[in-house]
Each structure stands twice: as structure tokens, then as C-alpha cells.
């Protein structure tokens, strides 16, 4: 498996809900290196990832090995990338 | 300096966390608490805390370790329950200990202001009659923990 | 709305206060509190604080009832010990049961700057080496408390 | 002993112990009207009195019937006056 450049996807609360996992492994996307190349390739399936990463993407918070990051933030082969709302905890 | 991060579904008792915390020292006169409860109201039955295992530890970690810098704390303790809780239930529990009341007090509401902002934790609302949904983040919060980011730095 | 008020040479417990404090009501979100211990240093092994039985009841029940009025407190819990107590010991404790955390927080700071300047206590420091004084007025407190004086009231 | 216009003192802190007594009873200084006439008959005892009411006056507290007061308050007979230190709770 060495060098096959795999991510970990994390989705939390109602991200979870919607799409039905909470997490999965994929292949880094083809010329990914940003956090919003993941999202827009996510953007791209069908169904719920549409409209979850596409038209309510704006809420979409993330972060990158357990860091929050915006869309700019780079991505590489092993990063674990969570997407969840805006934290409502305290 | 103590510092004491747990996220944990227990309930916890302050008594018991009091003298952990007071391992800081004698130069301390007095302990800054927050205890956050389940509040009630239009219909609602219990919350549901979810949270992101190993980035919330380390959130509120940073969170305690800033309070601790900032206001100089001879010891911080931050609890944090996730799974289902009932109105009435407590949620979170802060203690900050420090030689003056002051400090003790701003460090308290520095940290609650943290959390509710920076720790990844969601809440979804079950109501009386089965309606289930998750809780919207309140912009009151993120203007809240604004007001301590003189320093420029956003969390 | 429950007030509680208790002057006492006995230790108390935040546990044990809490429910009682809790029955103010289901709209609660959050509990404000200050555990105030008696800070060492420069030799000190212990405090004895005197009060003026009846008097000082009276003010901490009207300086909790201000609490509850200015920052709507559905809750107010206020024990302060007296007698003899030695470094680490718990002098006062104060709870203010809210709907929001930062009128729980603001209302512990206010409860406190008026213990230290209307309440008629009086602390007497313990040595090590057997001396005793009395423990002057710090004039922080009372610029702590005249920042509550917005209305122009002395206290 | 109904008419006799008696008060009651309280001291506290630093003044019971250099007084040695921490209450007395004693009739309304003739002619005192207000808590500064009770302070200055004090004063004009002997020994720690004179110190206490006179020379470090100014430190004194006051309380009429439990009530902090100022110098220009008035008193009655049957009134309960404490004087002490500033306070120092909490």
C-alpha cells in the first residue's frame, strides 16, 4: 500500500447524519493540494455530498490532522480531514 | 500548576475535583467556577453531545493551558460530558485557581467563551414530542470569545 | 428564585448546595461560582474571622437580593465561614444560578466585591511564629465594588 | 426603667480587644443628637478610648441598628451603635 496517497474523511453531527458514514478512506484526488480541492471533489458526487459540500457549503467547518483549517489549508497523502457545522459545545 | 482535561459521559462532583485542583498551591486564594447545566424550556427532553475524540482533548488542553499564561492560574480543571443528557443535567464544569478573585473569575469566563467556540463538540436537542435537532452555533458566542482576542490571534 | 444565606464555622460542600440552588427553576443554563481559601505565604498558618452576628445576615441577604435584581438570577447561594481557619481552608462561597453564563459569572464578581466591602467581617492573621494582626482594608476592593456603583448608590 | 435614655455599644476587631470589652451599655450623652456626639463623649475618656475615638477616628466604622452610618446620623435612646475597622470579608 505503500505510496498510494489515501486521506481519512471525517464528518460529524448533522454532516454524518445526512450523508449516512462518518467516515471513509479515498484516494487523494487527482491534483488535489488544498482542503477546498477535497471539497470541491466531494462536491462533485452525487445526492446529499452535493448539496452538504456544494449549496450549504458555506457552513461546512473543517479540519486538518485534528487542526482547524480553511479552505486554502494544504492537504497531502495520510492527513485525516474532518468536516463538521460549527462547534455548539460548552 | 494543575492542569485536568476530561471529556468523559459520568457525571462529575466538584467536592471531589477541588482538591486536585488545589495541588496548584498555597499561594492561591480562591477558585473562578463555571458549571453548565441542561436548560429547559419549549419542550425540551435532554441534549446529545457529540464531540471529535483526540482534537477536542486537545482543543480544551490549549484552551486551559492559555487561560493558565494569560491570567496566571495556579490550576485549571475542564470537564466535559458527551452522550445524552437530561434538562437539569450538568454539561461542563471549569474551575480556575488563582491568588486573587479577579483572576480567577475573568479566567473562568475566558475559558467557557473558549469552549464554546474552538472545542468540537455538537449538541442535538430531543424534544418532548420525538423531534430531534442539532443545535445551531449562536453568534452571541463567537462575539463573546472575541472580545479576548486582543492579541489579534483568532482562537 | 431561591436565596440562601448562611454564616457558619463549619466547612460546606459545593455538591451538597447545589441542588438547592438548582430548584430556582428549569430556565437555568449555568452556575457562576467563587470558592474563596485562605491564601498562604509570608509565614501565615491561619485566619480569624470575626463578624457582627444579625448585621452581617442582613447585608449578605440585601447584597444577594441586588444580585438577583440586576442580573436576574434565578438562583443565590452565599456562605461565608467564621472562626478559626487554617491556610488552604474554604472561607466563602458564592453560586448564582442563571439563564446565560456571563450574568452567572458577572453576578459571582458582583456578589464578591460586596462581601469584601459591605459584609462586617473582620480577618485576624496567625503566624507562624505566633504573632497576630489585624488585616487592613485593601482600597483594591473598593475599587472593585464602585465599579458596580453605576447608579450612583454607595452600596 | 422605662425613660431612660440608654444605648447599647458593639465593638469589633482591633477596638474590642484594645478596649477589652466588646459591649457596654451606657445612657445618651447629654445633648447627643447623632453618631459624631456619641464618638467625641468616647473620645473624651481616658486611656485607649481617647486613642481610639480621638487620634485614630477616622479609621472607625460605624453601624446604627445594624445599618452602616456616617458622624451626622442621628441616635435614640435604645439604639444599637457598633464601631469598627473597615471590613474585611469575603
Redesign the interface.
Known sequence: MEGVPVITILYFAWLRDRLGRSSESMPLPEGARCVGDVIRSLAGREGEYQAVFGTQGGVVRCAVNQEFASPEDGVRAGDEIAFFPPVTGG | MTIRVSVQTTIF???AE?PRL?QGG????????????V???AGLRALT????P??TE?MIGRIAAEAQTRFGLSGCTII?RVGRLT??EP??LVLCLA?H??A??DA??FV?DW??????????EEFEDGRTA?????EA?DI?ASRWARDGRP?
Open positions: 462532583s466538584m467536592d477541588l488545589m498555597q499561594e492561591a486564594g480562591g477558585v473562578g467556577a463555571f458549571l453548565g447545566v436548560r429547559g424550556g453531545l457529540e464531540h471529535y483526540g482534537m486537545s466535559h434538562v437539569g454539561i461542563v491568588a478573585r479577579a480567577a473569575l473562568t469566563a467557557m469552549l464554546k467556540t474552538r472545542a468540537p463538540f455538537w449538541k442535538r442539532w443545535v445551531e452555533a449562536r458566542d463573546a482562537g
